[in-house]
């Protein structure tokens, strides 16, 4: 079966950190760039960091870079995200995704095809 | 970053509508944009990828079209379970940016 599933969630106080984890199944996880979305209770949906195939070019939301780090272990089908210096605004479920690039027209595009069910990140003292 | 502004923030409407939402991007981003569906307590499903192409699975009551700076998802005829909310997202440039989300209530 295709699937991710996040876990690593849970209470934090502020300033600090916690691991969360993606294990995907079912797809070649290291031929897609992967994804992290969250969403604060109540709130849109935010898109927080990316990461190539192979783990060489991440991107981050201003509002977790030099905090968070995204990272991948393609032997494992693995991916994570390690959140520093966590503040209340970051109390959010926590989505990964899977982003397939599709050809149209000779160009390409990135969309979030696949997503996990979320896991919960609550910062609070 | 590029702001993506949706209207209307929220709708009522019947099964059997023709509902639009416009989605404005704050430059131009070609037609890298794409639409997703929320259901309350569920994470995202993709609808709609390049502005306008249909992802594998979705009904084809829902249509994308737009370029540039505005862009609108359709849902020709409104079924009981399109009630949702729906995001855009741009892919044009790094942050990736979601619209607010434009929530579909039965009227």
């Known amino acids: 079966e295709v699937q991710l599933v996040e876990s690593g969630g849970g209470l934090v106080q502020p300033g600090g950190s916690l691991r969360l984890s993606c294990a995907a199944s079912?797809?070649?996880?290291?031929?897609?760039?992967m994804t992290w979305v969250r969403q604060a209770p109540g709130r849109g949906l935010e898109w927080v960091a990316n990461?190539?195939?192979?783990?060489?070019?991440?991107h981050y939301a201003d509002s977790v870079k030099g905090r968070f780090t995204i990272s991948r272990d393609n032997a494992k089908d693995s991916l994570s995200l390690q959140m520093n210096s966590l503040r209340a605004e970051d109390t959010a479920v926590y989505y990964c995704?899977?982003?397939?690039?599709?050809?149209?027209?000779?160009?390409?595009?990135?969309?979030?095809?696949?997503w996990g069910q979320g896991t919960v990140v609550t910062v609070s003292s | 970053a590029i702001q993506m502004t949706q209207s209307p923030s929220s709708l009522s409407a019947s099964v059997g509508d023709r509902v639009t939402i416009t989605c404005r991007a704050s430059?131009?981003?070609?037609?890298?944009l794409g639409w997703y569906q929320q259901k309350p307590g569920k994470a995202p499903r993709l609808l709609i990828y390049?502005?306008?192409s249909l992802q594998s699975g979705v009904p084809s009551r829902f249509s994308g079209s737009g370029s540039g700076t505005d862009f609108i998802l359709t849902i020709s005829s409104l079924q009981p379970e399109d009630f949702a909310t729906y995001y855009c997202?741009?892919?044009?440039?790094?942050?990736?940016?979601f619209g607010q989300g434009t929530t579909v209530e039965i009227k």
């Open positions: 995704a899977r982003d397939h690039t599709s050809s149209v027209g000779g160009r390409y595009y990135d969309a979030f095809d696949m």
């Open positions: 079912g797809f070649t996880f290291s031929t897609f760039w």
């Open positions: 990461i190539r195939h192979g783990g060489s070019e991440t």
């Open positions: 430059q131009g981003i070609r037609n890298d």
């Open positions: 390049a502005a306008s």
């Open positions: 997202l741009q892919d044009y440039s790094y942050p990736r940016t």
